[in-house]
Nanobody
Framework: QVQLVESGGGLVQAGGSLRLSCAAS????????MAWFRQAPGKEREFVAA????????EYADSVKGRFTISRDNGKNTLSLQMNSLKPEDTAVYHC?????????????????WGQGTQVTVSS
């Protein structure tokens, strides 16, 4: 049974930082592309960042480029998202996702497994 469990969300002031983690189990983590998506109230789930199986190739949404960093530890089956210079518009539920193949994609429908999400709230 595949499980993706996010943690690290919370309330932070604009300009602050948070680090999200996603613990994966029940899948061969090291061979799968992983990603972070987010969903704000009343909006569609949108792509944030992704990386391929080795972590050597990453991609980011324009809105977070230069502020967020995605990384993975294949030895610990963990995905992370370091978020700096947070803005109120970053407020959302953040979900990690696993793809069935090694190469990443920004397209939501290409991911097979999803976590329940962790809430990030950025106050102005």
């Amino acid at each position: 049974q595949v499980q993706l469990v996010e943690s690290g969300g919370g309330l932070v002031q604009a300009g602050g930082s948070l680090r999200l983690s996603c613990a994966a189990s029940g899948l061969r983590f090291s061979s799968r592309a992983m990603a972070w998506f987010r969903q704000a109230p009343g909006k569609e789930r949108e792509f944030v960042a992704a990386l391929e199986w080795s972590g050597s190739r990453t991609e980011y949404a324009d809105s977070v480029k230069g502020r967020f960093t995605i990384s993975r530890d294949n030895g610990k089956n963990t995905l992370s998202l370091q978020m700096n210079s947070l803005k109120p518009e970053d407020t959302a539920v953040y979900h990690c996702a696993a793809r069935s193949i090694s190469y990443s994609s920004p397209r939501r429908h290409e991911y097979d497994y999803w976590g329940q999400g962790t809430q990030v709230t950025v106050s102005s």
